[in-house]
């Protein structure tokens, strides 16, 4: 990776601070308040998944659409790089922002189930598949946005990725191989799991690599 | 041994749904300052981010410093230095970060120079770049190029939004870039007072299409408008050169393009007065010309 | 690489130096003329002396923001009028019939006749010969 695409990286991390620690900071808020009680665990798991949400949400606005709107793409543009380098250090740049507080918060999750004494801990693999899938669905929405330049096409994909992980804990969850061990004693790593967790990370990868190797090679880049 | 060309553009087309840019062709050699000129939606932007790479031709070739555009546009952009009039700094941080951002990817960056600038625009390295105005964010970016000396200049509109002052401060630093005559500098602009002062060659573009391209003097030499008194009855013969007739009564004015004695001659004592023509005057009179000559 | 300036300070003082020639965008003669009679005028009351050098092309060009190809014209005009002269690679110098250019240009002339002396050894030729073919060119200039 050369020094420009470094110096990119090392640039989105520092624009979007703010959202990196925002991000991290109320993870591990919403995991202090799934702390207390049942009823803080309800509210605080959905804090929780809004904060992640939230995070995905505000890095895929402001880190590809508006700069695109604001036009300062062309500043960057105009340093010594080729539209493949721009879209490689777009891509690791946005994602290392989400995921440095998606890791933050989600180990506290586990941390939060397998310490407290009232949470199953049957609950861990349901709670680390929804993290993954967490980070997928915002890997898709990167590449969706890298791909796309409609604006309405990106709000359409921020609608639906939202919708979502509602649909996806309602389906996950209902599946017997999960549901039956969700409230175990032990976190039990069944085929189910390893089923779904092998797909997302799938499509992690996916994510990840398509746009390098579409959105790279286009030729045409405003 | 001839100096390779700074910027060379042949035959290039780009096509879009409204508008084709079409046999396109450029040439601005090394210690040259060229003025592009022409309407809104006549093809300065897109001629220009053709050349930085930034869309690719339909057809036609493009070499920028010698690099073939847009595959190496990397390595060419080490020496480019490009600002539009579109451009902004990144969001959430200052000017004093984007200094040192660029210091940090350009060896050649001049901090004493950049300093001398940040002064002369009158910038304050810890302004932030979402409060900034138009004509600020322009000399922001106007300095953070000019402080690394990049050999090229592409410049879109670079006096949009600046106030009288600020224009002669930033032209002034473009015409030093000029003291060293391995610099050279293409900018695009509606000003054509400062284009017919300080370029030296003129590209016109009207429509997707060079409509003239040629020195400045030329065009200040051989544009003219000729006021003429014509007795009744006496009709004049047919003239080469003239671009355009306006007939009231006994009064006529003839714009030509290829201005000299013979033609002076060939008028004799008809003549009133001859006129020099301004770059705005010889600009609107060739494109209108142009798309009388290509039926629009 | 072109000259470095390390502070406003030393910008400002090479801009003063040829800040009295203004070029006016409202006048209706053309940049180079305007140039040209300023520059006319500063030898014309001897503020710029016979034999002084003009500044160089493109520093002109520089200081007054105009473009390169406008001061050449205006150089290559006054070096017509015969108010100027251009020594390849050295520059362009106020001319004078007296004085300091008058010895620049007899230094031109020495060397000219230098490299004539030293073909004309080689060739073979005696001072006679040398003197004759002299007179001879003279006479082919006024012919013209």
Redesign the interface.
């Known amino acids: 990776m050369n020094?420009?695409t470094r110096?990119l990286v090392s640039?989105e991390l520092?624009?979007?601070?703010?959202f990196i620690a925002g991000g991290a900071f109320s993870g591990v808020v919403s995991v202090c308040v799934a702390a207390l009680g049942k009823a803080g665990f309800s509210v605080g798991s959905l804090m929780w998944i809004t904060a992640i949400i939230a995070l995905g949400v505000m890095l895929a606005l402001?880190g590809v659409m508006?700069e695109r709107k604001?036009?300062?793409m062309?500043?960057?543009?105009?340093?010594?790089?080729?539209?493949a380098?721009y879209v490689r250090a777009k891509m690791l740049g946005l994602a290392l922002c989400f995921f440095i507080p998606w890791l933050v918060a989600s180990v506290a999750a586990i941390v939060l189930v397998l310490a407290k004494g009232d949470v199953p801990d049957g609950l861990v693999p349901y709670t680390v598949l929804l993290s993954v899938y967490m980070l997928a669905n915002f890997l898709v929405l990167l590449c969706w946005t890298l791909h796309v330049n409609s604006e309405a096409w990106i709000s359409a994909a921020i609608v639906l990725t939202n919708m979502g992980v509602s649909i996806y804990m309602f389906v996950v969850g209902a599946q017997p191989g999960l549901q039956d061990h969700l409230y175990g004693p032990t976190p039990v790593w069944n085929q189910t799991a390893w089923t779904i967790l092998i797909v997302e990370l799938g499509v992690i990868v996916l994510a990840f690599t398509l746009p390098f190797l579409l959105a790279a090679r286009r030729?045409?880049?405003? | 041994m001839t100096q390779t060309k700074h910027i060379e553009m042949r035959g290039v087309r780009k096509t879009y749904p409204f508008f084709t840019l079409d046999d396109l062709s450029l040439d601005l050699e090394p210690g040259q300052i060229m003025g592009f000129v022409g309407a809104n939606g006549a093809g300065k932007s897109t001629t220009i981010r053709l050349a930085m790479g930034l869309i690719a031709p339909d057809a036609g070739d493009i070499r920028v410093l010698g690099h073939a555009i847009p595959e190496a546009q990397g390595a060419a952009k080490r020496d480019i230095g490009f600002v539009s009039s579109e451009m902004r700094l990144l969001p959430h941080t200052t000017i004093g970060w984007h200094m040192q951002f660029i210091s940090s990817i350009y060896p050649e960056w001049d901090a004493p120079y950049a300093e001398a600038l940040v002064k002369r625009f009158n910038l304050r390295p810890a302004q932030g770049s979402g409060g900034l105005s138009q004509g600020e964010q322009i000399k922001a970016l106007l300095m953070l190029t000019l402080a690394r000396r990049p050999r090229l200049l592409i410049l879109d509109e670079p006096t949009n939004g600046l106030d009288p002052v600020a224009r002669h401060e930033v032209m002034t630093e473009f015409m030093d870039v000029l003291r060293d005559d391995n610099r050279s500098i293409l900018f695009s602009s509606h000003n054509t007072v400062d284009v017919e002062r300080i370029s030296d060659r003129i590209t016109f573009i009207d429509r997707g299409r060079v409509v003239d391209c040629n020195d400045k003097e030329d065009f200040l030499e051989r544009w003219r408008r000729i006021h003429l008194q014509l007795p009744p009855g006496v009709t004049l013969p047919h003239l080469p050169g003239i671009v355009s007739r306006v007939v009231d009564g006994q009064f006529s004015t003839l714009t030509t393009n290829s201005y000299s004695d013979g033609l002076l001659a060939l008028l004799g004592n008809t003549v009133r007065d001859v006129q020099r023509m301004s770059l705005e005057e010889i600009f609107v009179a060739n494109v209108f010309h142009h798309r009388e000559a290509r039926g629009q | 690489m072109g000259l470095v300036f390390d502070s406003e300070l030393s910008i400002h003082c090479m801009h003063s130096m040829y800040s009295g020639i203004n070029i006016s965008q409202t006048d209706a003669r053309p940049m180079y003329l305007q140039i040209m009679e300023q520059i006319r005028a500063r030898i014309a009351v001897g503020d710029w002396a016979a034999g002084k050098e003009l500044p160089s092309i493109r520093a002109l060009a520089a200081a007054l923001s105009v473009s390169v190809i406008t001061i050449k014209r205006a150089y290559l005009d006054l070096e017509n009028e015969g108010v100027i002269f251009t020594r390849h690679g050295k520059g362009s110098f106020v001319a004078d019939v007296n004085g300091l250019a008058g010895e620049l240009q007899a230094e031109k002339i020495d060397e000219h006749l230098a490299a004539a002396a030293g073909i004309g050894r080689q060739l073979g030729l005696s001072e006679e010969e040398l003197a004759t073919r002299l007179r001879r060119a003279i006479r082919n200039l006024d012919k013209k």
């Not at chain 1, 520092?14 to 703010?18: A, D, K, M, Q, S």
């Open positions: 020094i420009v110096k640039k520092y624009v979007n601070r703010w402001y508006n604001e036009r300062s062309l500043f960057v543009l105009s340093l010594p790089l080729s539209i380098d030729r045409d880049f405003i």
